[in-house]
């Protein structure tokens, strides 16, 4: 059913939310009070309420329209966000993709991606836009990202997804924490100590609904920190355990840091780039996620083949003179 209401209603009703009056917001539109009346009787006509009460002779939203204000503002921010756009596209100066990521999300591979990708389409540039993980499916049908960056435990209903690559869950401790030791942890061993994470909310696919749920067992001291980076330190100071992404640990895992364990088993997540069902095929959105997944496949292959050599080169070498290795071999 397409919208009952025009832009220009949307634009009154944001002017009268400010001005409080029909005949300042009137003249903040650049129109006359007759038409700006006009306009808010036709909007209220469409929609069959009230969108305004009198109080004190100025002019109050009434609860329908506080709501439709708010949303109004939404919207006009992203049509004129997309206007600027076409314009700059039109007057040959970049366009733009806009990337949704959650703060606790793997991210390390942004910037040699964002640096590929610079190559090949220098007429666009990438924007990332961070957010929380449930927040990614909402704003990428809202217009406020192009792309959501999204795992396989995330549902993508109606939208398009391209896989990209696996990461895994691991617990992370200091290094003479007493679980140091151990290549891996049960729910069990986390119940003694304070656990450190990003957020105490339930968020699917993570730690609380894979590892913790299944043996009924939750961590009973539990510390929300909003940062991830402060997390790594509580952690790092010797103050608790917590889990969270390999990718986002890594670096702290190279110099020593950071002991790590697997979760079980193994706690692993793959990750995809999500767009729109509707993006045209040869559109700037849907070419980026193209090259984003050759980009991957190519990031994979040689992650592969450097795994490969690292084992190449740990084989011992037989470094006998070569008397003595004849002298080894079996006799016929």
């Not at 389409?121 to 217009?143: C, F, H, K, N, W």
């Not at 070419?287 to 997944?293: D, I, W």
């Not at 040689?302 to 084992?311: I, K, Y």
Request: glycine share 6%.
């Amino acid at each position: 059913m397409p919208p009952k209401l025009d832009l220009a209603h949307l634009r009154l009703l944001c002017a009268l939310h400010d001005e409080q009056t029909l005949t300042a917001a009137a003249q903040r539109l650049c129109v006359t009070p007759s038409a700006a009346s006009h306009r808010l009787r036709e909007a209220e006509s469409r929609l069959g309420l009230d969108l305004v009460t009198r109080v004190a002779g100025n002019l109050r939203l009434a609860p329908a329209g506080m709501r439709l204000e708010k949303r109004a503002r939404e919207i006009l921010t992203l049509v004129e966000a997309a206007e600027a756009e076409a314009v700059e596209i039109g007057h040959g100066k970049k366009g733009a993709v806009i990337f949704g990521l959650a703060a606790h999300g793997p991210f390390r591979w942004l910037p040699s991606f964002i640096a590929a990708f610079r190559q090949q389409r220098p007429d666009l540039e990438i924007s990332v836009s961070s957010m929380r993980e449930d927040e990614i499916y909402t704003a990428l049908y809202q217009g406020r990202i192009d792309i959501g960056l999204v795992h396989d435990h995330v549902a993508a209903r109606s939208a398009k997804t391209v896989p990209l690559f696996e990461d895994d869950l691991i617990a992370i401790m200091a290094k003479d924490h007493p679980l140091a030791h151990k290549p891996s942890l049960l729910p069990g061993d986390f119940m003694p100590y304070e656990f450190y994470t990003y957020t105490l909310e339930h968020i699917g696919g993570w730690e609380q609904d894979r590892f913790f749920a299944p043996h009924g067992a939750v961590p009973i001291h539990r510390t929300e920190v909003g940062i991830i980076e402060a997390v790594i330190e509580m952690v790092r100071a010797g103050l608790g355990l917590s889990i969270l992404s390999r990718d986002v640990v890594a670096p702290h895992l190279v110099t020593g840091d950071l002991a790590w364990a697997h979760l079980g088993d193994g706690l692993s997540l793959r990750w995809s780039a999500m767009m729109r069902s509707n993006e045209r095929a040869n559109g700037s959105v849907a070419q980026t996620v193209k090259l984003m997944g050759r980009w991957a496949k190519a990031r994979q292959k040689d992650a592969e083949q450097s795994r490969r050599q690292r084992v190449i080169d740990r084989k011992p070498t037989d470094t006998r003179p070569a008397s003595r290795k004849r002298m080894a071999q079996p006799r016929s």
